[in-house]
């Protein structure tokens, strides 16, 4: 099954939980203020740091035979912030490419069933709209990372936490220009709407009309469950058809909003069994199918989301 199968056809998928999040939280561990999780693969410790949290999302994906998406460390891993962190002299998204390659291979046959996405941010505060390049400007920021990460063998590009529609659109430009299926994924607000305000539907069908070719699929991550249900039906209210775009979801387990999220010393996070039951019921009242964790989630919230998706699997 291609990346664009699982995508398209695939009853559930399962998607990984917060590595960024966990990290930062880890007194062992000291982020990059630059590439954040991309500098661990500097050194081997690093490296086992990250595998480790890799592994336990994959653990649980082959433990229920559930197919997955995992994406390389490289959400702030732009031209400009490598060169702020003094690894312009090398390629580091396919650095973190292979890094990911190499631990989907230790699974053996289940290897198959798992998809590595090379990981692309916006470049400025996810939170902040107005910190979103203008369309022009985003094709010639964003094409080199894109290229890179499509060089090294990647399944599938995914731009995610967009927060403006400008930059989304030209990053959907950069990445149709690789020829590889890509996925957008935007925060969006219960009304219905992108944080930059405009609704979802009409983000959705600006950039399906403009992007040759468009997304694979558009996903929304960095917002509760309940958010993601308000904002849906608002959004199929308005377009049912655009809305069924929306193929992915990978959730926080909290109900705050992006601003009072936004440098949180600490978790305000849900029990795993709530937050599984409550994504079970988007697939069941939206048909998502790509279920995944975002801030607060951990390996304990991805094993009970594949405990219970798994018996929707058509394996």
Not at 15 to 31: C, K, M, N, Q, S
Not at 38 to 47: F, H, S, T
Not at 123 to 139: F, I, K, N, Q, S
């Amino acid at each position: 099954m291609t990346f664009h199968d699982a995508v398209s056809r695939a009853h559930v998928v399962l998607a990984e939980g917060a590595v960024i999040e966990r990290l930062r939280r880890d007194p062992a561990v000291t982020l990059d203020p630059h590439v954040l999780n991309l500098a661990l693969l500097n050194d081997e410790d690093g490296r086992r740091r990250l595998a480790r949290i890799y592994r336990q999302y994959l653990d649980i994906g082959q433990a229920y035979d559930l197919p997955m998406l995992v994406l390389t460390p490289t959400w702030r891993t732009n031209p400009e912030r490598v060169r702020a962190a003094g690894l312009a002299d090398r390629d580091v998204n396919a650095d973190a490419a292979r890094f990911m390659m190499a631990v989907r291979s230790s699974y053996g046959p289940y290897a198959s069933r798992v998809y590595v996405g090379g990981l692309l941010g916006p470049r400025g505060d996810a939170y902040r709209p107005a910190e979103a390049l203008a369309t022009d400007d985003v094709y010639a920021f964003h094409r080199p990372q894109a290229a890179a990460l499509a060089a090294a063998g990647v399944d599938f590009l995914l731009a995610a936490t967009l927060p403006a529609v400008t930059e989304a659109l030209g990053l959907a430009r950069a990445l149709a220009a690789c020829n590889y299926p890509y996925v957008l994924s935007f925060i969006i607000r219960p009304d219905g709407t992108c944080l930059d305000g405009t609704p979802l539907h009409e983000a959705i069908r600006r950039i399906d009309g403009e992007a040759k070719p468009p997304p694979t699929a558009y996903f929304v991550n960095c917002v509760h469950p309940a958010v993601f249900a308000a904002a849906l039906e608002a959004a199929r209210a308005r377009d049912p058809q655009a809305c069924k775009r929306v193929g992915g979801l990978q959730a926080n387990t909290s109900l705050l909003s992006p601003e009072e999220l936004d440098g949180r010393p600490d978790l305000d996070s849900a029990s795993p069994d709530d937050f599984a039951a409550a994504m079970l019921d988007l697939h069941h009242r939206f048909g998502v199918r790509i279920l995944g964790g975002c801030c607060g989630t951990d390996d304990r919230h991805i094993a009970a989301l594949a405990r219970q998706v798994a018996p929707l699997s058509d394996r």
